[in-house]
């Protein structure tokens, strides 16, 4: 019985520390330059593609949406999760 419960509790210490890791990688700074970088050069690409004019100028606009998205959601989920749940 000990060593189901020191098991279960090892186990959900492993869970945390990936729980935390997830949440780390989400809200870094690297992780949300590396997909405005992606969403500029695709962008700019298909852009390019498609015979937009000025298309590198262009490919900005939804590289900076994303940008504005990532500012505002912090403020959104703290919104929601206080209508939604109790905490």
């Not at 990936?18 to 852009?47: N, Q």
């Not at 390019?48 to 900005?60: K, P, R, T």
């Amino acid at each position: 019985m000990k060593k189901d419960l020191e098991s279960e509790i090892n186990d959900i210490k492993e869970r945390n520390k990936r729980v935390e890791a997830d949440k780390a990688w989400e809200t870094s700074l690297f992780r949300k330059v590396l997909i405005m970088a992606f969403t500029y050069i695709i962008t700019a690409m298909v852009f390019y593609l498609l015979g937009v004019d000025n298309y590198l100028a262009s490919a900005l606009i939804p590289t900076i949406g994303y940008f504005l998205s990532v500012q505002s959601l912090p403020f959104i989920k703290k919104w929601w999760i206080d209508k939604h749940y109790k905490v």
